[in-house]
C-alpha cells in the first residue's frame, strides 16, 4: 500500500492552523497513525486509529478520516511543532508503509 | 519510564555484516511485537523486519530479506538485527520501535547510525 502525504512543505504561522494530508492507495479502513519528526530526534506517535491522541499529546493535534483520505490538523500552532510529520498504514502488513512526510514550517 | 537503547552500530565496508541491539526497559518486554525501522540521511522512514512476542511470526522488508536476521532475548529484554551482505543504500540511522497492538510504533528508540562505505 502506497501511501501519498501532501504537501511536502506547508508554511503556517505561530497560532495559525496547519491542515495535512495522506492518502491510501488502497483502502485501510482507520488503521493509519501519524508520527512527528523533529530533527536528530526519534518519531513520535501522535494518533493513531486515524483520530486517537497517543498518550501525552495535546489536544490541538486532532486526526481524521477513513478509507483512503485522511487529514492530521494542528491548531493554533506552537513553536515546538514545527516538525516532519508522517504517516503510516497498519491495515496489511507486512510490510508496514509510510508516506514521504510534511514538512510544517514557520511562516 | 519506558525506553529503548540501541547499539551496534558503526562503519562498516559493503559486504560486511554488523549486528544491532536493543535494550528495553520499563515494561513487559515479553509481551510486544519488536521492530526495527531505518531512515536514511534527509528521506522518510521504512519499515525493515518485525518479530512476534515469543519468536513465532518474523517478517521483513523485501530489500533486506535473505541478508538480515532479527531475533530476540526475552530474557534479557533484547532485540538484535543482525546484519551481513550490507550495501551502500543499507546507510541509515537504525531504530526499535515497540508495536502497540501489532499495528502503531510507540515508542522509539533514540536510533543507531549504520555506515556502509569503502
Known amino acids: 500500500i502506497v501511501m501519498t502525504q501532501s504537501p511536502a512543505t506547508l508554511s503556517v504561522s505561530p497560532g495559525g492552523r496547519a491542515t495535512l494530508s495522506c492518502r491510501a492507495s488502497?483502502?485501510?479502513?482507520?488503521?493509519l497513525a501519524w508520527y512527528q519528526q523533529k530533527p536528530g530526534q526519534a518519531p513520535r506517535l501522535l494518533i493513531y486509529?486515524?483520530?486517537s491522541r497517543a498518550t501525552g499529546i495535546p489536544v490541538r493535534f486532532s486526526g481524521s478520516g477513513s478509507g483512503t483520505e485522511f487529514t492530521l490538523t494542528i491548531s493554533s500552532l506552537q513553536s515546538e511543532d514545527f516538525a516532519v510529520y508522517y504517516c503510516?498504514?497498519?491495515?496489511?502488513?507486512?510490510?508496514?508503509?509510510f508516506g514521504q512526510g510534511t514538512k510544517l514550517e514557520i511562516k | 519510564e519506558v525506553q529503548l537503547v540501541e547499539s551496534g552500530g558503526g562503519l562498516v565496508k559493503p559486504g560486511g555484516s554488523l549486528r544491532l541491539s536493543c535494550a528495553a526497559s520499563?515494561?513487559?518486554?515479553?509481551?510486544?511485537?519488536l521492530n526495527w525501522l531505518r531512515q536514511a540521511s534527509g528521506k522518510g522512514l521504512e519499515w525493515v523486519s518485525s518479530?512476534?512476542?515469543?519468536?513465532?511470526?518474523?517478517h521483513y522488508a523485501d530489500s533486506v530479506r535473505g541478508r538480515f536476521t532479527i531475533s530476540r532475548d526475552n530474557a534479557r529484554n533484547s532485540l538484535f538485527l543482525q546484519m551481513s551482505a550490507l550495501r551502500a543504500e543499507d546507510t541509515a540511522v537504525y531504530y526499535c520501535?515497540?508495536?502497540?497492538?501489532?499495528?502503531?510504533?510507540?515508542?522509539w528508540g533514540q536510533g543507531t547510525l549504520v555506515t556502509v562505505s569503502s
Open positions: 518479530i512476534s512476542s515469543s519468536s513465532t511470526y518474523i
Open positions: 486509529g486515524a483520530s
Open positions: 488502497q483502502f485501510i479502513h482507520s488503521n
Open positions: 520499563g515494561f513487559t518486554f515479553s509481551d510486544f511485537s
Open positions: 503510516q498504514q497498519y491495515h496489511n502488513w507486512p510490510p508496514y508503509t
Open positions: 520501535a515497540v508495536a502497540v497492538a501489532g499495528n502503531r510504533f510507540d515508542p
